[in-house]
Each structure stands twice: as C-alpha cells, then as structure tokens.
Nanobody, 118 residues
Framework: QVQLVESGGGLVQTGGSLRLSCVAS????????MSWYRQTPGKERELVAS????????AYADSLKGRVTISRDNAKNTVLVQIDTLKPEDTAVYYC???????????WGQGTQVTVSS
C-alpha cells in the first residue's frame, strides 16, 4: 500500500521557521522525484520545491527562493522541506508528491496545514 505521510505542520509566528517531513512507503522511493506543493482555498496547488532521485538537483519556486530548502534521505524514504522567515502568505496546506522518474506514476500525501500568524 502506497503511503506518503506528511508531518510538521502547525501554527508558527511570522519570521519563524518550519520543517515538514514526508515519509514514503509502498514504492521504491529511490526511483521517484519528490516535491512539495502547497494550496490555499480557491487557488491551484503550486510547487514549493522539488528534488531529484539522488538529491543532486533541486528546484524552488521563485516566490520562496532563499527561504526554502528541500532534502531527502533515501535510506529513510524521507523528504524534508524547511521554510525560513515565514510570512502570513505562506499559510497553506502543504502536500508531498512523488513522481516516477521517466514515468507517469504520481502519488500524493494527504497534506499538512501550515498557518503563519501575523
């Protein structure tokens, strides 16, 4: 059974930091490009950050560059994202996504709520 379980969300003050974790199971983690997305009500889900299967390559949303870091530990089937200097506009549900490298298979986590208070 495929699972992507996110954790680490919650209520954070403006200017604080947060680290979200996604633990994967049920598929070969090393073969999947991992990403974090976020979504607010009424808006489309947007990419936050992405990391290649080996971790050698990363990509970040322009709106978050300089404040976000994505990493993965293939031995632990885990992908992390840290967001610093949080702003109220970072408030969203954050989702973990796995996409098969060179293929079409995609899995999503259930999401974790991040709320940044002003």
């Amino acid at each position: 059974q495929v699972q992507l379980v996110e954790s680490g969300g919650g209520l954070v003050q403006t200017g604080g930091s947060l680290r979200l974790s996604c633990v994967a199971s049920g598929f070969i983690f090393d073969n999947y490009v991992m990403s974090w997305y976020r979504q607010t009500p009424g808006k489309e889900r947007e990419l936050v950050a992405s990391i290649s299967t080996t971790g050698a390559d990363t990509a970040y949303a322009d709106s978050l560059k300089g404040r976000v870091t994505i990493s993965r530990d293939n031995a632990k089937n885990t992908v992390l994202v840290q967001i610093d200097t949080l702003k109220p506009e970072d408030t969203a549900v954050y989702y973990c996504k796995a996409r098969l490298r060179g293929g079409a298979q995609v899995y999503w986590g259930q999401g974790t709520q991040v709320t940044v208070s002003s």
